[in-house]
């Protein structure tokens, strides 16, 4: 099948319990009638960890999140209040855009405001292709490490997302045989391109006692231990120096696929960082130069600087 | 919540297993983009009778069924013959138009096929609205007896679809006390206007013993009853003479409400008839004057005249 039929008809078939939520998610994509543009769940977070969704729909090339407001949203000053909050705070952390359909409207009124939505998303694409930095939607490439590796770079807004360990090797000539131990399963492995930047994949999924957090907020993941040993010792290990990670993040698509998504270069966070919580690390870089293990800001101009 | 929102992510919602039927189905309605056509689902049949199902939705005030044939039906010629079988012998029986489309292809062949059907959709109601018979999907007046008792005449293509067994009887001064009989319901109850066309709600749910169904393409209920002497009493009853009925069909729309749906005249078929199979009752008109009990077909320019 259409793998952006399959992908779609899945994204719309996991909002169908909501019913209003999915007329007007799907409202928006037949009215958008762009196959570049692509639309995502909310992805990393855990069944279990479902607080920490951020929206109900995210356009990831422009940045636009979407939560579509059932009539319940404003049955609370206290709801509405945490709601402006909620988000001010992804807007000034992450630097995308929130937008709400208010489904207190009629069926006029809805249709009004996603035909303004619409109209906005499509005077951002626009002026992305005007300025040539616009990547149209490709899931074949992807899910491709070959793709990348000839491209040499990745981004956060390139969608990178592998569906194996044995791709993110593949991608910096790591040897994958190495990430196996016995039965277990490492949760990285030493980057021969750089040795300085550690290759991570960590999971929401508890694996051999280590637990992990990802805060999309934020861009922080909290890594610690169910064993109070283990996570002292991992804390007081990392509290001396400075380490780098490149990190993929493993979650269930939706189309039940595991997939290990690359979100960024993180950094462990000292200040923040405690035998208590474990280690924070921070983002300090989304956009990697695979070969020379250079890495910045997205929105930066001038790379950043190798520690 | 408005009710035609309520109904259309309703109807989204019902086929939501089916992700592709479901797909299709969305971006019909939102590429339609008129509140004034109404979009169906098949409504008359319980879950244990889905073989009779006609099709995956319906538009009555145009008569165009959409069949969504995902990947599996055109697997065997078998299945192909059959589809094709079926095709024509509704639109031969029904005189509806049955259009499929097809998903065995990628993601803008399916698009085509739906921007070909939708520009039909609107050709043939522009045709109705320049003829001055298009009739604007309206919920509110579907429901209510009120409205239909002004206008005086009730047709197929009206939607005219009651909630209550007391609804059927405000329309046409049937006293409402009179369909129960202790604790049981009467499955009908005499016209006062006219004593010769009996008022009829029957059901696919058997009650009492009462077993009916309801072949929507050839335009026949068939009804019997459980208990052997029962039914062959009801049968020589019915056989000696010509009976009409107006009949209301029962069944739970996609909100879950219990509706009585005016599914046209009918008369007892002589010739098909018979102790073992019971009564079969064959449509005779279509559209029905309240007032003076004269009914037609909807097609047809002249009243047929009153048996």
Redesign the interface.
Known sequence: ??E??NY???L??RT??K??E??VI??IW??L?N?DIKMTPQQYVSRQQIKYALTDVYFPQIGFHIEVNE?AHYESDERIQHDLKRKNEIEANTGHTVFSIDCRQ??DG??FQIADLVSKINNSVQEQIEKGIFKPWRPENEHNPDYWKTKGKISLSDEVSFHTIEDICLLFDADHSKTKRGFLRKGGIQNPKNPQLFIWWPSERPRSGWLNTFDEVKGTITETHSDEKKKVDHYNWHAQETHIRIVFFHYKDILGRTNYKFVGVFTNDKENSNAEIGTIWTRIGETLNVETSEYQREEEKTNANIV
């Open positions: 099948m259409d952006k039929l779609i008809s899945r719309f078939q169908s319990s019913r209003i999915h007329y799907s409202r037949h009215l009638d196959y009539p009629d069926l809805i249709h």
